[in-house]
């Protein structure tokens, strides 16, 4: 390309033409326009007399600069003229490899990211470049292809909530090949020891130049709870002018929505990389937080999410005896006390007077007999999810309780009056404890040889005894059995709580085990050895712009993998939790360096504010075509023939040419910026209702499943259009989302006649009259009737509630229901021919192959799908956790009918059964 300043041209040789308007000018000055042509008879008497008005014999100077303008638009317009073109030296001809550092630390301008990547393919396309597209923190061969080919396809590029490490940049290193390619790399402003070996690896294929953010990289270090509050931490990359930021604290409200709970402010000084501040909450509400995030940052290294270590745990205390005066090592409340108050908030008082105030845990310490009232109470609150921690004690050894038959607060039935060991009066030495079995809570802890066990009392050898047992001394008797009971459990420690009995009380293994049994919650990140054995679940995760999302369908983590290994696609940050207890693994710690990215001079490095190249054909095209019409004008003006009978009509026509012309242009334009936006990506979409109210919601709730599909699946939807039924074409869309108002207008024909070919065509509608929570399906509601009104004229087959053996209830998740933002009645899909027949031996039968070409319902999807561009649901759903779930469960139809649409009857192949089986458990 050419360069002029800041006007380049991609055929720069039809320039040349330019010199020959000289030529051209002489020669129309040569030419003289023709002579007019009057007939009149009476001319002959008009001969001699001189005529006022003449017409020149030459073209006027100013015609012939219209005329010269307009061939020089058009010779310049072919020429191919851009306006801030990029420079040849920096551009390349070879090879484009567009290389992303794919962390967190470049999700908080993401988007302008990708505004300057569009331009960057635009460039590479026009110079007939390929390009291939690559990201450290998944690191593959790069793949060269035109340019065109990678247009919405940039999502491939974005950030993931790890950072590359340096296997992942050798891998990366070990893929390039011998192949010469430029590199345009897109930097996170994060300095790695292994950028150096890759920036010399890429400088040896060709030039690199460099994108990287002039802002700092904000991240927010792992909440700590000290002195009854809760301190924050803010870093940045580099010490700039002052900042101010706000940290959100989000949990959930009483009803289980989300909320922001609480907000704190902190200004980073001149110069200083760190902010702190510190947020004084109830613990009611500190159990209620989900996360912590600098607002704005928009990245997984802006939040921070916080975990049992946060949430302090209320533990009542009750002893079966008093304190003796001056005895307080033989209390049985002491060696607890001492273990559990740093972690855990003590209750103490009589067991009716705790019970109202709900606490985690319940330790009774040595009592035997429970009173009526108090034995209805604990069972109550154990069966609604308490665990209740039980010592023996001399008390209970004395007593009659679960001696015949097994108590309802006690694990297992007791033999009468215990066992001693090792004492004066006993032949045997003290035991120990034998290392704990794999399906134990307490298993790869260290059982240290010290602790041993003088007194304990014996569980009788009934047949599921040992399905009870999770501790026992090395001769095999049970030491900690456990029973579940209801949402709660029951645990009894054979052994006092204070040291008569045993020296467990004065190891740490003591405080382990009440750590796993989450009696207490552990302040400090426990160590890779403390968590061996065990295997920790994800349940919700980050993703790179820190937004949390369901864990799916992702296996388990060791434990020592989990506090110990770097984050990566096996590990990503997020709450993991075992049997007992949840630990969160953030993006960022406080061992976390985020040193800025320094490049060597020799790099070419560039801000986000890059000018784009804007082609500028079109216009000087348009203006020559704009010239020559009033050169038009103008030599029918000096021919008169704009005057007389017939020149207000030539003048009409011209000015009518004009208005009109451009018209069809701009409306063929629209189509075809509607048509480009809404097929580069899968796009949902939903009907235009004239109720701003409800197509704003219903705009929110596509965007919340296009979000969830996103994280959970392969299809990664566009942002959702909004449909009019009338200009708009529909075949882009694979569904549409149509609410039901009682007052919206009814289609015209020429729009049903798009609707019917729609469907025809394979495409979905889902109807949804919104009212499932005051109406059953029919005309008993005004919405259910406008539904009646709207469908009558679509071509709709036999429809029937959804059945059991549908494969809407299996393209992705197993469902059973279908709830929106209410749960109250069928949903109605395409019948199944009267054929169908399940064969034997198969779950399903052989339905059509065809989709449901419409789906109706009232549980008002769209409310429960919807969320905010920060991913924060904006109408409630039901109460609480089951509220909640109810959520969830809107979300999975959502994700179900998607797949559907698009793949068809595909999940009834019987090559899936096999797998749907063994989901089923059949």
């Known amino acids: 390309m050419t360069l002029f300043g800041t006007i380049g041209f991609t055929a720069p040789w039809l320039l040349a033409a330019l010199a020959a308007l000289p030529i051209l000018w002489l020669l129309l000055r040569a030419i003289p326009p023709a002579p007019l042509r009057r007939r009149f008879p009476g001319v002959a008497l008009l001969l001699g007399l001189s005529d006022d008005e003449q017409v020149s014999d030459r073209t006027p100077w100013w015609l012939l600069l219209l005329r010269m303008l307009a061939v020089a638009a058009v010779i310049i317009g072919l020429a191919g003229p851009v306006l801030n073109p990029e420079n040849d030296a920096q551009a390349g001809r070879g090879p484009l490899l567009i290389l992303s550092d794919g962390s967190w630390g470049g999700a908080a301008d993401w988007r302008a990211k990708e505004e300057a990547l569009e331009g960057i393919l635009a460039e590479a396309g026009r110079a007939g470049r390929t390009v291939a597209l690559a990201r450290l923190t998944t690191p593959e061969a790069p793949v060269f292809q035109a340019a065109d080919a990678w247009r919405g396809r940039l999502s491939e590029l974005a950030p993931q909530p790890w950072t590359p490490d340096a296997g992942d940049t050798e891998a990366f290193v070990e893929e390039l090949g011998d192949e010469a390619f430029d590199t345009f790399w897109l930097s996170d402003g994060l300095a790695r020891e292994s950028r150096a070996t890759l920036l010399d690896a890429l400088e040896d294929r060709g030039t690199v130049r460099v994108m990287q953010s002039p802002g700092a990289v904000l991240a927010l270090d792992p909440p700590a709870f000290e002195d009854g509050e809760i301190t924050l931490t803010a870093r940045r990359s580099a010490g700039d002018a002052p900042r101010e930021i706000t940290i959100a604290a989000h949990g959930l409200d009483p009803a289980g929505a989300p909320r922001i709970l609480a907000r704190a402010t902190t200004e980073f000084a001149a110069g200083g990389t760190t902010a702190q501040t510190a947020l004084s909450l109830p613990a009611e509400l500190r159990a209620r937080l989900t996360r912590f995030e600098i607002e704005g940052a928009r990245s997984a290294g802006a939040v921070a999410l916080p975990d049992d270590s946060l949430r302090r745990r209320e533990v009542a205390l009750i ?399 566009a942002e959702p259009f909004a449909v009019d039924l009338e200009t708009d074409e529909l075949a882009f869309f694979p569904m549409l989302y149509w609410p039901i108002t009682p007052d919206q207008p009814i289609p015209s024909d020429e729009a049903y006649a798009k609707l019917n070919d729609y469907l025809r065509s394979g495409g979905m509608i889902l109807f949804d009259t919104r009212d499932a929570d005051v109406a059953r399906y029919g005309a008993a509601s005004p919405n259910g009737r406008k539904l009646q009104q709207l469908a009558r004229p679509l071509d709709i087959p036999p429809l029937e509630p959804v059945p059991e053996d549908h494969v809407l209830t299996r393209t992705f998740y197993l469902l059973k229901d279908f709830p929106g933002r209410h749960a109250g009645r069928d949903v109605w899909v395409e019948a199944a021919p009267a054929d169908a027949e399940q064969i034997e031996g198969m779950p399903f039968r052989n339905l059509n192959d065809n989709v449901t070409p419409v789906v109706i319902g009232g549980n008002d999807w769209a409310a429960a799908w919807a969320m905010d561009e920060r991913g924060n649901p904006l109408s409630p759903v039901g109460r609480g956790y089951s509220g909640e779930r109810q959520r969830e469960l809107a979300y999975r139809f959502g994700v179900n009918l998607v797949m559907h649409v698009l793949t068809g009857n595909y999940k009834s192949d019987q090559v899936h059964v096999p797998a749907l089986l063994d989901r089923l458990g059949q």
Do not use: C
Not at 333 to 356: I, K, R, S
Not at 359 to 368: E, G, N, S, Y
Not at 409 to 429: C, D, H, I, K
């Open 319 to 717: 002893a079966g005896r008093d304190d003796r005066e001056g005895l307080e090592l033989l209390s049985p409340l002491h060696y607890l006390e001492n273990a559990l108050e740093p972690t855990a908030d003590l209750l103490d008082g009589a067991l009716t007077d705790v019970l109202p105030a709900n606490p985690d845990v319940i330790v009774l310490a040595d009592v035997a007999t429970l009173s009526a009232a108090e034995e209805e109470g604990l069972v109550e609150w154990v069966e609604n999810g308490g665990l209740l921690l039980r010592f023996a004690g001399p008390r209970l050894a004395a007593s009659e309780v679960s001696r015949a038959e097994e108590d309802i607060l006690m694990p297992v039935r007791l033999r009468a009056g215990g066992r001693t060991v090792g004492g004066a009066m006993s032949w045997g030495e003290p035991k120990q404890l034998a290392p704990f079995a794999e399906d134990s809570p307490f298993v790869g802890l260290d059982v240290p040889e010290d602790v041993t066990v003088s007194a304990q009392v014996m569980a009788q050898p009934d047949p599921g005894l040992s399905e009870r047992v999770i501790a026992e001394l090395t001769d095999g008797t049970p030491l900690v059995t456990r029973k579940e009971m209801g949402q709660g459990q029951v645990v009894l420690v054979h052994v006092s709580a204070n040291a008569e009995w045993s020296s467990l009380p004065l190891s740490g293994l003591f405080v382990q085990m009440l750590e796993r049994l989450a009696v207490s919650s552990a302040v400090a990140q426990p160590e890779p050895e403390d968590l061996e054995g065990t295997v920790w679940q994800p349940v919700e995760l980050l993703d790179g712009f820190g937004r949390l999302g369901d864990a799916g369908t992702l296996p388990g983590v060791p434990g020592p993998e989990l506090v110990s290994a770097p984050l990566g696609p096996d590990l990503r940050p997020g709450f993991y939790e075992s049997e007992e207890r949840t630990l969160a693994r953030n993006a960022v710690t406080a061992e976390t360096d985020l040193a800025p990215a320094v490049w060597p001079d020799r790099i070419a490095v560039e801000g986000l504010e890059r000018t784009q190249e804007t082609p500028l054909s079109g216009a000087f095209l348009l203006a020559a075509l704009a010239l020559l019409l009033a050169d038009v004008i103008a030599s029918l003006a000096l021919s008169g023939r704009l005057s007389g009978r017939t020149g207000g009509a030539t003048a009409a026509l011209l000015l009518a040419a004009l208005m009109a012309a451009p018209q069809p242009a701009a409306a063929q334009q629209d189509e075809d910026d509607f048509a480009l936006a809404a097929t580069q990506d899968v796009a949902l979409a939903h009907v235009v209702t004239g109720n701003d109210e409800i197509d704003d919601m219903a705009q929110a709730g596509l965007r919340g499943l296009s979000e969830t599909l996103i994280f959970r699946t392969s299809v990664e939807p």
